[in-house]
Nanobody, 129 residues
Framework: QVQLVESGGGLVQAGGSLRLSCAGS????????MAWFRQAPAKEREFVAA????????YYGHSVKGRFTISRDSAKNAVYLRMNNLEPEDAAVYYC??????????????????????WGQGTRVTVSS
């Protein structure tokens, strides 16, 4: 269900930074895992980053590890994605997703888009070389 709202996308030069934001409600955030996925034209949706509901564990896609950071502010029902040292290959529509995970769910679940129950319309990131 589309219940999240992403913002913060835009045009940035290679090497630059952006911070994406995702806003929801207590219903879509409380005790929910949060994640970011992205989809470039003619490509499949790709996992970017995820965080357990309590913030204790984070997961990152190989291509963004060390450059992107996921964080959340539970008081504001918000999740963020700080993107540094952006590359042209990072250009895509970025989607925020949330969903309940069991204590037994591991990295495979957190990195699978269909495991999340809520998502947004996406925000576009364009990186110029």
């Amino acid at each position: 269900q589309v219940q999240l709202v992403e913002s913060g996308g835009g045009l940035v030069q290679a090497g630059g930074s952006l911070r994406l934001s995702c806003a929801g409600s207590e219903r879509t955030f409380a005790r929910h895992a949060m994640a970011w996925f992205r989809q470039a034209p003619a490509k499949e949706r790709e996992f970017v980053a995820a965080m357990r509901w309590d913030g204790s564990t984070t997961y990152y896609g190989h291509s963004v590890k060390g450059r992107f950071t996921i964080s959340r502010d539970s008081a504001k029902n918000a999740v963020y994605l700080r993107m540094n040292n952006l590359e042209p290959e990072d250009a895509a529509v970025y989607y925020c997703e949330s969903g309940a995970m069991s204590p037994f769910d591991g990295s495979v679940s957190y990195t699978t888009a269909t495991k999340y129950a809520y998502w947004g319309q996406g925000t576009r990131v364009t990186v110029s070389s």
